[in-house]
T-cell receptor
Framework: GDSVTQMEGPVTLSEEAFLTINCTYT??????LFWYVQYPGEGLQLLLK?????DKGSNKGFEATYRKETTSFHLEKGSVQVSDSAVYFC???????????FGAGTILRVKS | DAGVIQSPRHEVTEMGQEVTLRCKPI?????LFWYRQTMMRGLELLIY????????DSGMPEDRFSAKMPNASFSTLKIQPSEPRDSAVYFC??????????FGQGTRLTVV
């Protein structure tokens, strides 16, 4: 079945450091790919998405590119802030708007 | 729109009691999802509905769990009888075809 694998955390960075969180997937066909973020005590919020190969999703300084050849969707940000501390989930959907399959989540801690 | 609304936000109950979690999806959305989040298993899809009809309930752990969607604006997830291992955060999400899923803030369930 479909699955998502993302790097284990926690990831601890200093403010203004570069962030990469790796995500790879296994799926049949051409899934849509997402990054969701969960702040403490909150629900999940969509951070960015990509619906086809080579699409780049971006939001709030975060970016991820849909790489079909490597089945990857790595999350990057050039300069993290303390307010970016959260749990980040990579996810796929076989049909856009359909059920999501999530990775295990990666805790990001940014220290000032 | 107020987003996906879940109630209660927190629920503490004794083992053996019936628990009902409630969800109001975003108006106009035609898909609704129930997810469970635990430290051990991450985010798991329990069931999802399309146009109020259950499409996939393969994630429902056992017969103690049941879900209904009597109309487009309301869904319930019921656990009867509850057990300590049901303790988790339960999320409801809704979407429209060709859009991303929007999540509620979750219900934190503790069964003692």
């Amino acid at each position: 079945g479909d699955s998502v694998t993302q790097m284990e955390g926690p990831v601890t960075l200093s403010e203004e450091a570069f962030l990469t969180i790796n995500c790879t997937y296994t799926a049949t066909g051409y899934p849509s790919l997402f990054w969701y973020v969960q702040y403490p005590g909150e629900g999940l919020q969509l951070l960015l998405k990509a619906t086809k190969a080579d699409d780049k999703g971006s939001n709030k300084g975060f970016e991820a590119t849909y790489r079909k050849e490597t089945t990857s969707f790595h999350l990057e940000k050039g300069s993290v802030q303390v307010s970016d501390s959260a749990v980040y989930f990579c996810a796929l959907s076989a049909t856009y708007g359909n059920k999501l399959v999530f990775g295990a989540g990666t805790i990001l801690r940014v220290k000032s | 729109d107020a987003g996906v609304i879940q109630s209660p936000r927190h629920e503490v109950t004794e083992m053996g009691q019936e628990v009902t979690l409630r969800c109001k999806p975003i108006s106009g959305h035609n898909s609704l999802f129930w997810y469970r989040q635990t430290m051990m298993r991450g985010l798991e899809l329990l069931i999802y509905f399309n146009n109020n009809v259950p499409i996939d309930d393969s994630g429902m752990p056992e017969d103690r769990f049941s879900a209904k969607m009597p109309n487009a604006s309301f869904s319930t997830l019921k656990i009867q009888p509850s057990e300590p291992r049901d303790s988790a955060v339960y999320f409801c999400a809704s979407s429209l075809v060709l859009t991303e899923a929007f999540f509620g803030q979750g219900t934190r369930l503790t069964v003692v």
